[in-house]
């Protein structure tokens, strides 16, 4: 597609429950990057892939959280036993080696 | 470590007049400093980039921002606000490798009739 696509747009989920979260980037990019946005704030930087590994992985808050690119492509970020403070926004981008970076709509976790 | 500061949460305007969304950073390093908006149920999406070349940079959309050393600023400006202006707009330095965004807390644009 033209941009950055991520499914689910919407996703409720129960305290406890796993998640998986999909982002389909950009034809051709090889550098992903997830962010989260809480309500009222900027996006924080999650985790960056370079190819199919991670290249930095310093912004998962624990680990709880986990993403995957295995074929440098489409990424999953998974959430095993969600929580409240969970909830977020949770942004995609792409972009060439070192290029500037653009952004999917986000998917909206909510944990309830 | 980077970090920038958005020095108003709100900023209000009538369409017509001028935009000025202010912005401080801080860098061990020369910064690249980008600033991008996000318009409701949209994704982000960049308005301009600095990147050492020339301080005065032109945008999307009317937009330009220029780099300031001396004051560590790198401010948002547009000659004449236009109703579809109005949305969330944030300014952004990153790691020399543009890997790492760091995001400013946001500043909101209301533009009126």
């Known amino acids: 597609g033209a941009g950055v696509s991520q499914t689910p747009s919407n996703k409720v989920t129960e305290k406890g429950k796993y998640v998986e979260l999909r982002c389909d980037p950009i034809s051709g990019h090889t550098a992903l990057y997830w962010y989260r946005q809480s309500l009222g704030q900027g996006p924080e930087f999650l985790i960056y892939?370079?190819?199919?590994?991670?290249?930095?992985d310093s912004g998962l808050p624990n680990d709880r959280f986990f993403a995957v690119r295995p074929e440098g492509s489409v990424s999953t970020l998974k959430i095993q036993r969600t929580e409240r403070g969970d909830s977020a926004v949770y942004l995609c981008?792409?972009?060439?080696?070192?290029?500037?970076?653009?952004f999917g709509p986000g998917t909206r976790l909510t944990v309830l | 470590a980077q970090s920038v500061t958005q020095l108003d949460s709100h900023v209000s305007v009538s369409e017509g007049t001028p935009v000025l969304l202010r912005c401080n950073y801080s860098s061990s390093y020369s910064p690249s400093l980008f600033w991008y908006v996000q318009h409701p149920n949209k994704g982000l999406q960049l308005l301009l980039k600095?990147?050492?070349?020339?301080?005065l940079v032109k945008g999307i959309n009317g937009f330009e921002a220029e780099f300031k050393k001396s004051e560590t600023s790198f401010h948002l400006t547009k000659p004449s606000a236009h109703m579809s202006d109005a949305a969330e707009y944030f300014c952004v330095v990153s790691d020399q490798g543009f890997q790492k965004l760091v995001f400013g807390t946001g500043t909101r644009l209301l533009v009126s009739p």
């Open positions: 981008a792409s972009s060439l080696s070192a290029g500037p970076q653009f």
């Open positions: 892939f370079q190819g199919t590994g991670a290249a930095d």
């Open positions: 600095y990147t050492s070349a020339a301080t």
